[in-house]
């Protein structure tokens, strides 16, 4: 009768094993964790064209969302949002300068940003052309 109750416990303990392990999995890299980083940026607007640098960190409120510092070479701190290689800036205003854009990031270290910016009735095109350091 002991052997028998061996087997009987056997399969209840090997399913329990493989319930509790088949829930751990190895966690995946944040989609935000390849915008992290300083690049150099090489911008035209329509006002013409300009060269800084911009930092990006990662914000402490949700898993996918950024800060930008510097985008526009304005020293503004920008919250985006990302998804997989695609960014998003939702409308911001910041002093006076209202933002809006959106970018994506591909797997050169480089990072494309087309926004608007608008101040009072003035509004400006701008691409960002963003090289990782």
């Known amino acids: 009768m002991k052997a028998l109750n061996n087997y009987v416990h056997f399969p209840i303990l090997l399913v329990g094993f493989l319930i509790f392990f088949s829930g751990c999995k190895k966690d ?5 964790e390849k915008f992290i980083g ?11 064209t300009d060269s800084y ?8 409120s949700e898993d996918d969302k950024i800060i930008i510092n510097n985008l526009y070479d ?3 701190l920008l919250s985006g949002t ?3 290689s695609s960014l998003a800036i ?3 205003t910041i002093d006076g300068i ?3 854009g959106g970018g994506t990031y591909d797997s050169n270290d480089l990072l494309s940003i087309n926004f608007i910016l608008t101040v009072g009735a003035d509004s400006e095109n701008c ?4 090289t990782k350091l």
């Open 127 to 130: 691409t960002a052309l963003c």
């Open 28 to 32: 995946n890299t944040l989609d935000r």
């Open 98 to 100: 209202t933002y809006n």
């Open 82 to 84: 990302v998804n997989s």
């Open 74 to 76: 304005g020293g503004a």
């Open 38 to 48: 300083t690049y150099n940026v090489a911008e035209n607007c329509t006002s013409g």
């Open 90 to 92: 939702s409308t911001q």
């Open 53 to 60: 640098t911009i930092t990006i960190t990662a914000s402490s």
